[in-house]
């Protein structure tokens, strides 16, 4: 029962929030930084609204996951422009880079240099910028947590710059930002949220607040995800959705997750096509299935083995309901919501070895249920292709 938790954000919820953004930043300074995505255009309503409270505005543009060299070109152009703070208005990829950038203005030095497994993990000493984050996809969680997953692509891996200086000083939620989200997109967020959820509630370090969260937002996104996959303009579903990506956000970072989140860094940092909800997505039935097994054999009076029974409760509404009912409701879940395939990404057979490899010192493979074997890695992915 010995647990922290830490939790500076301010935290806006609720359609139509987006309009109390000017007065939420004032006071931070007069200069802001402008992080979007690929396409600006979506956001302009948002430079227009701080341009007539009287902020200064430059952009950063975040065409696809963020790297590091892409995080560092925009710190450079936020410490010659003297920006107060920064603001991040996209899915996960760019809530992360607004994260980093907020962390690094102040503290100088190679980016690499501050990242974990394959930088040398240097603390943040100087305090973070301000920063605001403004999801506009349900799935991340970004908004919650205090680290940026970042890609090295000269090692093949996304890795993260992780520290409490990170949190967001304030994130508005506003559920209407999420109705234009296209099915496949609304799909592979959707189950980044729910798996994120699912994994911080079966960890080994979960806790009671953390399992509050869960115990809710499971069903919650459950229900939510298949009605806002068939109608995107169901602000109702877009809107428990987008609770259950904040409430998953808080979980992972006040717990931990597992061997879905172990695999999915190295496969993102390796294949930067693959989209990271649907990495996650097709791993997670075959991780169920795989940790259920292991705990079965090898220690089963494991808490996880019946907290994986409650989940296929929530899942299929059957109070009678058995872990493996749980992996058969995911499967058809995914199958529902046409996620492709592991392959469908160009990852193969001989690409394994060096997946489960990296996977394995992968920070979130530390909190998973059972410590699995490279047969068992290896099981996990031939499935999940």
């Not at 919820?13 to 939420?24: D, M, N, V």
């Not at 396409?39 to 963020?66: H, T, V, Y």
């Not at 991340?140 to 992780?162: F, I, Q």
């Not at 920070?363 to 410590?371: A, D, F, G, L």
Request: with cysteine; glycine share 8%.
């Amino acid at each position: 029962m010995n647990f922290d938790t830490y939790l500076p954000t301010q935290f806006i919820f609720g359609s139509g929030r987006r309009q109390e953004i000017p007065k939420l930043v004032s006071g931070w300074g007069q200069c802001a930084m402008l992080v979007n995505g690929h396409n600006p255009q979506r956001n302009e309503w948002l430079a227009r609204q701080l341009s007539g409270a009287g902020f200064q505005i430059c952009r950063a543009q975040i065409k696809g996951e963020p790297t590091v060299a892409v995080i560092e070109e925009a710190v450079r152009q936020a410490r010659e422009f003297k920006v107060d703070f920064v603001v991040g208005v996209g899915g996960g990829a760019v809530i992360d880079a607004a994260k980093a950038i907020a962390g690094l203005i102040p503290n100088h030095g190679p980016a690499l240099d501050y990242l974990e497994v394959v930088g040398k993990g240097r603390p943040l000493v100087n305090p973070a910028k301000p920063w605001l984050a403004i999801p506009t996809t349900a799935g991340t969680g970004a908004e919650a947590t205090r680290n940026a997953v970042l890609g090295v692509p000269e090692h093949k891996v996304k890795v993260s710059l992780r520290s409490p200086q990170l949190f967001a000083r304030a994130a508005v939620i506003d559920p209407e930002l999420t109705l234009d989200l296209p099915p496949l997109i609304t799909a592979t967020t959707g189950m980044d949220a729910l798996t994120q959820l699912l994994e911080a509630y079966v960890c080994n370090r979960a806790n009671p607040f953390t399992d509050a969260l869960c115990a809710v937002g499971l069903p919650r996104a459950a229900q939510a995800l298949p009605l806002a996959f068939a109608d995107g303009r169901n602000l109702e579903a877009r809107t428990e959705l987008s609770l259950a990506s904040w409430w998953s956000g808080i979980a992972l970072s006040q717990a931990g997750l597992g061997a879905v989140h172990g695999f999915a860094a190295p496969i993102g940092g390796g294949f930067p096509n693959a989209p990271h909800g649907g990495v996650c997505a097709s791993l997670l039935a075959p991780v169920m299935m795989a940790n259920i097994k292991a705990l079965q054999s090898r220690s089963p009076e494991h808490p996880a083995l019946e907290r994986y029974r409650e989940i296929a409760c929530w899942f299929t509404g059957n109070k009678f309901a058995t872990a493996k009912d749980g992996v058969n409701w995911v499967r058809a879940l995914v199958k529902e919501l046409k996620i492709p395939k592991l392959s469908s990404y160009g990852i193969a057979a001989n690409d394994h070895a060096d997946l489960i490899a990296k996977a394995q010192q992968a920070s979130s493979m530390k909190p998973n249920p059972v410590q699995l074997t490279p047969d068992e890695l290896e099981e996990i992915l031939v499935e999940a292709e």
